[in-house]
């Protein structure tokens, strides 16, 4: 894929296919934040990557953390039917807007229930950074970070930057034995796409170019 195509086409997806990602492929991924630029090439991420048992496991224990009121999976997948619905006709109404509007108590519900459990995909990717660099290191892993959502959408997979399961960070530590010496900074969701979900064809507007683009001359 050409590297504006994938930076114009990336979207954030929210429905996945169960299907499993091969080893090889996540692996070759995985590479992408490598090369991403950092200060003084401090390359300050360190990825976790949990897949089978060990991501259900997660999933589970972020369920179960997040407190009784949490919808069981049956209910959170007839959630996701209506959101896409109500998501959907949000942005054609409202191109306009920036901003996930959170206009209904189903919507706010998709996004916290989905997030904690990873919107369910098949591969969840834990970023951590060694607790020496402190907030520092933020900005060069917005850029890795970056690197395998691009790499990932190449390979015709999909991802979600999710920051929310960050509620959750002690379950995700012990479910995933994360040493002491990282601090957990945010997460991501990695799998094919379901590419007949209403919610995966959600298209977040931008601010006018002329708003965010200044030239000096
Ligand atoms: C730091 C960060 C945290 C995010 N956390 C979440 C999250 O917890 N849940 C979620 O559904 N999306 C999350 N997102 C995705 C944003 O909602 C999404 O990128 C934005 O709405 C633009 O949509 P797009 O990625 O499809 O272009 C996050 C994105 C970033 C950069």
């Known amino acids: 894929m050409e590297t504006y195509d994938a930076l114009l086409t990336r979207r954030s997806i929210r429905k996945y296919l169960k299907d499993p990602v091969p080893p090889d492929l996540i692996n070759k991924i995985m590479m992408a934040p490598i090369w991403a630029p950092s200060g003084s090439n401090t390359q300050p991420w360190r990825f976790y990557v949990a897949s089978g048992k060990k991501r ?53 519900k998709f996004i916290r229930y989905g997030s904690i459990r990873f919107y369910q995909a098949p591969v969840v990717i834990i970023v951590a950074t060694p607790k020496q ?37 002690d379950k995700i530590i012990q479910v995933l034995n994360i040493p002491d010496d990282v601090e957990l900074v945010t997460t991501i969701s990695l799998g094919y796409p379901d590419k007949n979900s209403a919610i995966n064809k959600l ?6 170019f002329e708003e965010i683009v200044t030239y000096r001359s």
Request: with cysteine; proline share 5%.
């Open 133 to 169: 660099m402190g907030g520092s290191s933020h900005q060069s892993i917005g850029a890795a970070v970056q690197n395998i959502l691009l790499a990932a959408h190449a390979e015709g997979l999909a991802t979600c930057w999710l920051g929310m399961p960050m509620a959750f960070k």
């Open 56 to 108: 259900d496991e997660l999933i589970q224990a972020m369920i179960h953390a997040s407190g009784p009121e949490a919808p069981s999976m049956d209910a959170y997948d007839q959630l996701v039917e209506r959101v896409d619905q109500i998501r959907a006709a949000m942005t054609e109404n409202n191109t306009a807007e920036v901003g996930i509007r959170r206009t209904s108590e189903e919507g706010a």
């Open 203 to 208: 298209i977040m507007p931008r601010l006018p």
